[in-house]
């Protein structure tokens, strides 16, 4: 039975199902650019994996890990669209 979610554990889970919803608009203005060669539809999946697992963390619904696993994959996401945003 999963622990109770503490309040820097439910703030995390917020911020990191914003930033995934960020991400999913984002990636969406992206492809849909006319430089763009299209959807990046596998880094609409990781947004969207971002989202559920924050919701997840912020239920209290993860596991003891998941909040290091998500925050990874929460800077992966924001390192790539600012790589795709600047450069």
Same mark, same amino acid.
């Given at each position: 039975?999963?622990?109770?979610? @503490? =309040?820097? @554990?439910?703030?995390?889970? @917020? *911020?990191? %199902?914003?930033?995934? *919803?960020v991400?999913? *608009?984002?990636?969406? $203005?992206?492809?849909?650019?006319?430089?763009?060669?299209?959807? =990046? @539809?596998?880094h609409l $999946?990781?947004?969207?994996?971002? +989202? *559920?697992?924050?919701i997840?963390?912020?239920?209290?619904?993860?596991?003891?890990?998941?909040? !290091?696993? +998500?925050?990874?994959? %929460?800077?992966?996401?924001?390192?790539?669209?600012?790589?795709?945003?600047? !450069?």
């Open positions: 039975m999963p622990d109770a979610p @503490t =309040p820097s @554990t439910r703030t995390s889970g @917020t *911020v990191s %199902a914003a930033i995934g *919803v991400a999913l *608009v984002a990636y969406g $203005v992206l492809g849909a650019s006319p430089s763009s060669p299209g959807l =990046p @539809t596998g $999946v990781l947004a969207a994996l971002l +989202v *559920v697992a924050g997840a963390l912020r239920e209290g619904r993860g596991p003891r890990w998941g909040e !290091f696993l +998500v925050g990874a994959l %929460a800077g992966l996401i924001i390192y790539d669209l600012i790589n795709r945003l600047l !450069f």
